[in-house]
């Protein structure tokens, strides 16, 4: 049984349904057809000529297209963030709890792990999952943790396997949350870049507070601040990404409360909300200059957030890993986020391609050799941890 993120057809979840599309169609063809062009002794003989009537007829076929167009172009703007946020993909329950076998908790996947609550700066609790490996006594052998942002559809449970596999393959500690409003979360404000970013904030704290107390008081360690890793996959490549360029630019303006991540690591991640919107519907293209705020809610520019990363720091890991088979993030712009840290490249840069993998399954699909790739990514995040570690004392 794969316990993969369900996919979902974001482009489906755009369209109207074919009834709705024909009633529509139906109405403004009728009232654009109804409005006679006769009436008049000229327009009468007017009217006589199929030629006057072709133009006639075609002009009012531009205008139902136009107006069924800018209906389109409503229905997606009002309906964006219940089309980019699936908290419940159909046939699935939104508490982990109610899922099915595997899908529930670590525990039955015989992992380690504690329930996390989590409480952000607007006071929404998220729930969590702290799977750790074996403390340690050295602060040398404290293992690597990653903050796992998942996609946008589902819950932390539909990732369990992916959990289990790089607690056991990696050797790292995982943290798992759910965003407001999925899971067993609270809704708060609902989904959303700005609410997903709260989220993203106060579980890197957690993180970070939980690094600052292990150890004290001749306690084992487990969490190192200095080696948290972020990973996301698809939307939450994104979050990944834009957390990263917060912290940074707090960072440079002496008010950052969280240390910036040893490494990033994105899985088919997109470019940016309006790259996606051009991709699953290519008419748009004439709009492209409106598709920013206010039309669109979430801009999610991954892209610029990602150049500004790369432009303001240098001591930093960032690995790529991309299913050319992904049928939703279209591969180009994995490809085109891997050429923007190429100009500018980081201390580590790796970039995985995985011909079968799709959106969700890559890991899977991948198999022995994605973990290979990922094990070499983890060797090299280790090997340049010296050179951090001078920089952040110098």
């Known amino acids: 049984m794969s316990t993969s993120a369900p996919n979902v057809d974001l482009k489906s979840r755009g369209l109207p349904t074919t009834s709705v ?204 601040e200095d080696r948290i890793l972020f990973f996301g996959r698809s939307i939450g490549g994104a979050v990944a990404i834009k957390l990263a360029a917060h912290t940074l630019k707090q960072k440079r303006d002496e008010a950052a409360d969280l240390p910036l991540p040893a490494g990033i690591v994105l899985e088919n991640t997109f470019t940016s909300l309006r790259d996606m919107a051009l991709q699953m519907f290519p008419f748009l293209s004439p709009l492209r200059p409106l598709l920013r705020a206010p039309l669109i809610f979430d801009e999610w520019t991954s892209a610029d957030s990602l150049q500004y990363f790369a432009n303001n720091h240098e001591l930093w890991c960032c690995c790529l890993f991309s299913g050319l088979q992904d049928q939703i993030v279209p591969p180009a712009q994995m490809k085109e986020l891997y050429t923007l840290l190429s100009k500018r490249r980081p201390k580590v840069l790796k970039c995985f391609n995985f011909p079968l993998g799709g959106h969700n399954d890559t890991p899977q699909i991948g198999g022995a050799d994605y973990w290979a790739s990922f094990k070499k990514f983890m060797g090299l995040v280790r090997d340049s941890e010296a050179e951090r570690e001078k920089s952040s004392k110098d």
């Not at 009217?47 to 009012?60: H, K, N, Y």
């Not at 329950?93 to 607007?122: A, C, H, K, N």
């Open 21 to 224: 599309v024909a009633l529509v169609t139906s109405v403004l063809g009728l009232a654009f057809f109804s409005a006679s062009h006769g009436g008049s002794d000229e327009d009468e003989a007017a009217g006589a000529s199929s030629v006057a009537w072709l133009l006639w007829t075609a002009m009012r076929l531009g205008q139902l297209l136009l107006a069924l167009v800018v209906l389109f172009v409503v229905v997606l703007v009002s309906r964006q963030r219940s089309i980019l946020y699936v908290p419940v993909p159909p046939g699935t329950q939104r508490s982990p709890r109610m899922g099915p076998r595997m899908f529930r908790s670590p525990e039955e996947w015989q992992l380690p792990y504690e329930d996390v609550s989590i409480v952000t700066e607007d006071g929404v609790r998220l729930a969590a999952w702290f799977v750790y490996q074996p403390a340690v006594s050295s602060a040398g052998a404290v293992p690597y943790t990653v903050l796992y942002f998942h996609g946008n559809a589902g819950n932390i449970g539909h990732r369990l396997e992916n959990v289990k596999d790089m607690y056991k393959q990696l050797a790292v500690n995982v943290l798992i949350f759910d965003y407001r409003g999925y899971g067993d979360s609270e809704d708060g404000s609902g989904p959303s870049e700005r609410g997903f970013l709260q989220d993203a904030k106060a579980a890197c704290r957690w993180l970070v507070q939980r690094a600052r107390q292990s150890g004290t008081s001749g306690c084992s360690m487990r969490i190192r």
